[in-house]
């Protein structure tokens, strides 16, 4: 090689270098011995580098996990790039990430035997254009969480595509700063849930087939408790009439099928600007945690829910919580579409429709105890939208622009 | 030369007659490759650590002193042979009740292996190195020929011949499923050599040889697991949680998200799973409400998920395949003894 070629080439490898100078693509095709090289790959992964997964399926035995910052899992696209879990024999998900600044890009999974992707502790993960599902459909015996980042901050799921988890197909649990949008969720209990967060945008999101749309709940005796600060907007939110077959125990067992939006013992929320229709229970749901709890540290009210502009479609005309084939009775066969349990302040719903309300008093009172009545919370004046657009760090975003 | 010279001083142990006490004097001419347990990146193979003169037999060098644990991890009924490496002139500072701090340059080997005397067969061995920059994990995989193991790095599954569960799919653990369990806040830590799981006669010899600074207070407070039947059972139960679950079940473990905290020390009866709900347990909670309810064993999610080898629902996720009975037997008794009301 002649001196100008060297020259030359060092150049460009000067103007590509905008990863890391030492940062690496490392290409794993499917095949025999996946199980091996892929998490071989994971494993002696640096920073910055890059494990592109070739299109095909990943026949897998065990669940695979990842433990370097950093580091980019890149398949062919969420149908091409298949890790097969169909034959796993242990570990408790198909992939867990434990590291800071990981992005996960363009792959699929299938059928892991508990959940799907959990990420904990990772802070500024990306999920983009994933596909996990259960391909039986809704199962029992079906994972738990389709993708399930927990305890972690800025956390961002983008256009991802869950199907039949047994409990939520997006499932943001205990973490801080997050944004789920352009995703879909069908065919899960719950499609999409923030639970005991602070901080989220849900929108631009399609819930369609689940048992509950999007849920936004806080729940008590765990170690990040007070929930607050979330958004709910511009989703289409219908059809979510599957049964409910989560195992009971978890609290997704209690959503009653035929749900849209159901809001749970949480502080300062916003439903605004979805679309809703269809949802055979109610299209939104606000309400006090259900059960009882010697925990003092928690606050099982609803407390400052807002909603407001939202399109109404057809809802409660077969509603399916406690009571509810009483509550059709009473109110000639379909209840209206936003219920409150009584519980809670300043709950606030400017949708232009009447709401049910069951007239509790306290959380966790027997349906005996209900006082329901059609009552009008839209409240004195214009309401204003309050909560601040999260924003998450610019490399996060710059990760879905490519 | 050096593995020359040990080859004689071995066979003429052998030759002997009284090979283990013959060797044990033998044995103090090998010594630990504190480079290989200091700075190699990852050493290849278990013998490029010097930690044993005889591997397969599982003779330590010096300086490497076998232990036990009074209750142990369950690991599909392996028997396991651990030993802890202090390099010389450094020592190990003891801290209450709780793990003995090991210097930088220490070392914890844990051999995997079934079947006894002639028919021993090694599976694998972890080891636990203490570095300038914290504790690794390696996992290392023994040949079939039971001359050498090598790093396993990415785990392996082998079909294993066990006494009690005959043949299983055993499960050596990748190097990130070690510390999966060996992390509080993230940092690899060592799980066992708690001082209240370890003898106070061990402790003492450890103390005498000047390999630990000082007897800690509380040595030996958990019972020894072969004698449970003679312990109070409240102590049993707890001690079995505390070291086959709470690595990941406290505040700072994997299973932190969860709120169960299952250490000796935890008194909350909530966080010790009494009346809890689960978390995220997905299929695992069986169609039952709580981790425990108290006097009912059969509607306890705590012993529907320990007595599962079903992955998703079986506990501990990592580390075993098959159930452990005789667990499952204690928690079982300890739940059912509660009194329903008291908690």
Redesign the interface.
Known sequence: MNKLNRMCLAAGALLLAAQPAWAETITIAPGDGA??RL??A???AEPGDEIVLEAGRFAL??GL???VDGVTVRGAGMDQTVLDFSN?????EGL?V?SDNVVLREFGMEN????GIKS??ADNIVYYKLRVEWTRGPH??????AI?P??SENVLVDSVTTIAA??AGI?V??SKNIIVRNSVAKYNVAGIEIENSYGADVYNNLAVNNTGGILVFD?P???QQGGRDVRVFENIVVDNNTRNF??????VASVPSGMGVMVMSHFNVEVFGNVFAENATGNVLITAYP?ET??ADYNPLPVNILVKDNIQGRAGYKPAMRGGEMLAAAFGGTIPPVTHDGNGSDIVVQDGVPVLSLGFTKPAQPFTEAQPSVVDLSGDADKPLMLKPIVLPEAMEAVVKQ | MKRLSLAILGAAALSAGSAIAVQATAIEVTVVNDTAVLETRMPRALSDYGFFTDAAGQIPSANVTPYRLNTPLYTDSASKLRFAYVPKGKQAVADGEGLLKFPVGSALIKTFAYGEGEDRRLIETRVLLHRADGWLALPYKWNDEQTEAKLALVGARLDVDTPEHGTISYRVPNKNQCKQCHSIDDTVVPIGPKARNLSSDWMAAMVKAGHVDAMPQGTGALPVWEHRQEADLNDTARAYLDVNCAHCHQPQGKASNSGLDLRWEQDDPTSVGIRKRPVAAGRGSGGLNFSIVPGDSSRSIMVHRMGSDNPGVAMPELGKTTVDKDGVDVITRWIDAMPEKTF
């Open positions: 199980q091996e998490q071989e994971l494993i002696l035995t065990d996990s990842l433990d796993q024999m242990g570990a408790g867990l434990t892991s035997k508990g959940d904990k502790g029992e015996e079906n994972g738990a969480y399930y927990v305890e047994s409990d499932y649990g205990q729940l005796d765990i170690p989560a195992p009971e125990g978890n609290i059960n010697e925990d």
